[in-house]
């Protein structure tokens, strides 16, 4: 084995003991928020994610995760439901070739990511709906400028559906698990455009990046899609980055990420902080209801964010019931 491999290996070593879902000794320390101090431990690599001067190389690379409690209200049918989103944010390594998390380290094919999971439950009347979707962003963007995988399932008293897409050289390739007749089972590919489903990890890295300008080409949200029962295709989209000036959200410094799609009468807006580690304040998502064709407005507002190593709490002790308490979790 060569040098270099050595160091990957050991490289390898660091991120699993830090790394999400390996569980290190539990403790009975209750959750910090995310002004707890920061680790002095620290890890060079070549990209704009891991940038000393904000500290995000501290900052990420605690042996945590970073949990964002968000109230929704959320376009469905005629009308909006109430409900809750969670975006949870950790570091791990992933291998680039299975495109799965890295968990015997026996493959340098391997670079580290940052994974969001963002959950979605609220109900529609009498029964309830549950959205997930998984995002594997790697942070290295110079020699890996693509997200490389993204997951998502809904969930509702009718059925579920199961999508996922991966990056094949330069495409994505897509694939549909649905009990709608019309869809059925499906694969396909598209160019390996911009996902809306990376751009939360993007804004976490560096929202400077963000691409903006008329008339792009854009693969919209996999939730999107589902819930409007629209073809996985890229589609025409204006995009702007500014100051955030409504009311709806509170914070330091906060800019709004807006994405316009013509052919949906659709208006995405990210709203954020601008001040490391760039907290995603909220969003809201405005197109027409499936039945009425009225507009109306998807809306998550942040209420609470923790960092810790949540896959140690996993007892009914009263600690851990406790954390529930605190993030109003349902």
């Given at each position: 084995m060569n040098r270099s491999f050595w160091l990957l290996s050991l490289t390898a070593v660091f991120y699993l003991l830090v790394s999400c879902e390996i569980p290190p000794k539990e403790d009975s320390a209750t959750a910090k928020t995310t002004t707890a101090s920061l680790s002095s431990s620290s890890i060079s690599l070549s990209s704009p994610f891991l940038d000393s001067k904000s500290g995000l190389d501290k900052y990420w690379y605690q042996g945590k995760g970073e949990l964002n409690v968000y109230s929704l209200e959320q376009n469905r049918y005629q009308d909006i439901h109430p409900g809750e989103a969670l975006l949870v944010f950790v570091?791990?390594?992933f291998l680039t070739d299975k495109q799965v998390k890295n968990d015997s380290y026996q493959s340098s094919n391997s670079t580290p990511i940052l994974k969001m999971n963002g959950i979605t439950r609220f109900t529609t009347g009498l029964y309830d709906y549950s959205i997930m979707?998984?995002?594997?962003?790697p942070v290295n963007t110079r020699d890996f400028p693509r997200t490389l995988k993204v997951t998502h399932s809904a969930q509702d008293w009718c059925g579920q559906v199961y999508s996922q897409i991966n990056l094949q050289g330069?495409?994505?390739?897509?694939?549909?698990?649905s009990y709608?007749?019309?869809?059925?089972?499906?694969?396909k590919n598209a160019s390996a455009n911009l996902l809306e489903e990376e751009i939360m990890n993007r804004i976490r890295m560096?929202?400077?990046?963000?691409?903006?300008?008329n008339d792009l080409k854009i693969v919209p949200g996999l939730t999107f899609l589902r819930l409007k029962h629209k073809p996985y295709q890229t589609y025409p989209v204006?995009?702007?980055?500014?100051?955030y000036e409504g009311t709806d959200f509170t914070g330091e410094e906060l800019k709004a990420y807006v994405l316009e799609y013509p052919e949906f009468q659709r208006t995405l807006t990210i709203v954020f902080s601008a001040v490391a580690p760039f907290?995603?304040?909220?969003?809201?998502?405005s197109y027409p209801s499936v039945f009425d064709?009225?507009?109306r407005t998807t809306k998550a507002i942040r209420n609470r964010t923790v960092l810790l190593d949540y896959w140690t709490k996993n007892s009914n002790s009263t600690t851990n019931m406790e954390l529930r308490k605190q993030l109003n979790l349902r």
């Open positions: 570091t791990e390594d979707t998984s995002v594997f962003t330069e495409q994505y390739q897509y694939q549909l698990f709608f007749e019309s869809e059925g089972d499906d694969q560096d929202y400077q990046s963000l691409p903006v300008g204006n995009t702007r980055l500014e100051d907290y995603i304040e909220g969003w809201m998502d064709g009225k507009v």
